[in-house]
């Protein structure tokens, strides 16, 4: 071989293939490209605006000055100032502070006696060995399936003697029939060993629940009780059926009456003699009240939401 062909093969390209580099995986997913991250976050953030614009409306109109109301033709999204005007009228004691009083009554007392049917039920259908254990796991199946309908759901509270009465916004509503089986799928997923340990050390049926389930399911129960709280927060239309008394209106009902309706509100609706602020700014500030009280409680309870959904759906 010549030198010339040798100085040719020694410069002479290599052509083998080279691998592609992956794209780093990112919990077993592979990254996102940049397009693809650009494209994500406008979607994102058009959602986002399309969420937080009407709520920043609402709260910026129940604040703003009368006059600001007023030039703006009833909506402001950027206030020049606070006012507190329609906030005092509407804590004046009148409909609107009965009707909030009403609605803490109903979405606390609610929440506690449904929080409690619900754990216990789930704990007893839980329980394979219990007495009846499978017909009362089927009736609980065909309520979920099938509901009673409105003209006997108003006979029965009738008959009960509850018209007219705030129990008749919690006693139909107390269990449902879902939340029994979520809490129920989680109970049963609980190891067997705990239990039986529990039995050893002498504890009994009511013991063990009480000392071993109940502290265990935790996030559940925050997440029922979240479902709980916002139906029982959120409900107008029992109380549409079964209240005539305007004092025994909840919040919702009262939401419904002045915003929705578009009824208007005068100053012996809200107990006061002063002079009132606009109309819009009062609908807004009933629009905020209603809405701020689920805002607050529900960061209290994130941590525990998609444990205990999770939990009560893969399992059982």
Known sequence: MTATQTGSAEI?????????????????VPRPGPVESIIKAIVLG????????????ILSTSLATPEQVIRAGGFVLFPEGIDLTAYRSVFAGGAVTRALLVSVFVTGVGTLISLTLTAMLGWALSRRGS????????????SLLFSPGMIPSYLVVQRLGLLDSL??????TAVSAFNVIVVRA???GLPQEVMDSARIDGAGEWQTFRYMGLPLA???????????GVGYWNAFFNALLYISDAAKW????VLRTYVVDGNQIGAQDLGTEAALPPQTSLQMAILVISIVPVL???PFLQRHFAKGMLTGAVKG
Do not use: E, S
Request: positive net charge.
């Open 167 to 172: 129990w008749a916004l919690i006693i139909p």
């Open 186 to 188: 989680f109970f049963v």
């Open 296 to 298: 607050i409680v529900y």
């Open 131 to 142: 007495i009846a254990n499978r017909q009362l796991l089927m009736l609980v199946l065909v």
């Open 250 to 253: 909840p919040l919702q009902l």
């Open 218 to 228: 935790k996030p559940v129960l925050a997440v029922v009780g979240l479902f709980y």
């Open 12 to 28: 002479r390209p290599d052509h083998t293939p080279r691998r592609r580099r992956r794209a780093p995986l990112i919990d077993g």
């Open 46 to 57: 058009v959602a986002c605006l399309l969420v937080v614009l009407p709520f920043l409306g």
